[in-house]
């Protein structure tokens, strides 16, 4: 018989580009052998120039998803992603609370081409209702600022300051450093680490931090532990920007299909 794969919900808004979003998630998890379940939170209108639109899904529907999913097939781990409105937040909160089951949050905040995808009352419900559920938050360093308040560039500190406001174990993402490599800054219970890579010279950074938030989840769906899930994911993220199929005349998508 067959060993079961694990389980992995995504709990995002849908990309009609492909590149980020829900589709990022789904292709990411199937290059790492999870079965991904979706709860669409939002549908966006977009390529990779911009977003020009974004219907949010009703709070009830959202919720109703994500109870659907777990009451039938179930999740070994969850990824949140866009949710943009505070009640979708708080729908979203309300239907994992009390779950044991890892959550990794992306706190997406603005796109790659700059357009808002959380509203300005949905900060303070993710930070009051979200965030203490987190296994991980991943944001990146302007998301970590807005989210802490913290002004400079102590990382460190700023990671201190989300887990004291919840969350388990926080990873700071450092693309928007202007360091020639990326330094992401990983914050848990046994300590920290530093994941350095090359700063690679392309547009084709469209869906990032998803696909990024997506390739951990997987990991702590399979059972690794937090800093292995983060080193795998991170070098398969590396690998498929540096792989990227060029498509698009703005950001372009990565190649989700390359080898962990």
Known sequence: ???????????????????????????????????????????????????????????????????????????????????????????????????????????VMVSTSGATLLDSGAEESLKKHLLPLATLITPNIPEAKRLTGIRGTDMRRAAARLREMGAKAVLIKGGHSTRSTIDDLLVWDMGEQVLAFPRLKTRHTHGTGCTLAAAIACGLAQGMALPLAVSRAREYVQAAIGRAPGFGKGHGPLNHAVKP
Request: glycine content about 10%; aromatic content about 2%.
């Open 1 to 107: 018989m067959t060993a079961k794969p694990a389980r992995l919900l995504i709990i995002a808004g849908s990309d009609s580009c492909g590149g980020a979003g829900i589709q990022a998630a789904i292709k990411t998890a199937a290059a790492f052998g999870v079965y991904a379940m979706t709860a669409v939170t939002a549908v966006t209108v977009q390529n990779t120039k911009g977003v020009r639109a974004i219907h949010p899904v009703p709070p009830a529907i959202v919720r109703g998803q994500i109870e659907a999913v777990l009451s039938d097939i179930g999740a070994d781990a969850t990824v949140v992603g866009m949710l943009y409105s505070a009640p979708i937040v708080r729908a979203v909160a309300g239907a994992l609370a009390g779950r044991k089951l890892p959550i990794v949050v992306d706190p």
